[in-house]
């Protein structure tokens, strides 16, 4: 079975984007595919198993909220 899906973030700006992208980009290389548009990162997961595309997908999301976290304490 093949599983795919689409998750977008849309950051307040493209400075926000960018920052949240560079970040999570290492991390995402090899498992995730990412693009940057403008203040969107569009994330596209494929995965043989629901249990590796919700890991995925769980992964991805946490790691964000970290940086999105990050980027609100620096900016105060």
């Known amino acids: 079975m093949k599983i ?4 977008c973030l849309n950051y307040k700006n493209k400075d926000s984007a960018r920052l949240v992208y560079d970040s999570l980009e290492i ?10 548009k403008d203040n969107e ?9 629901l249990g590796s595309f919700l890991s995925t997908a769980d992964d991805l999301i ?15």
């Open 41 to 49: 990162i569009i994330y596209k997961i494929n995965s043989n198993t």
């Open 62 to 76: 946490a790691s964000e909220i970290v940086v999105e976290k990050i980027i609100k304490k620096t900016q105060k």
């Open 27 to 36: 991390d995402n290389k090899n498992f995730v595919e990412s693009e940057l």
């Open 4 to 7: 795919k899906g689409k998750i």
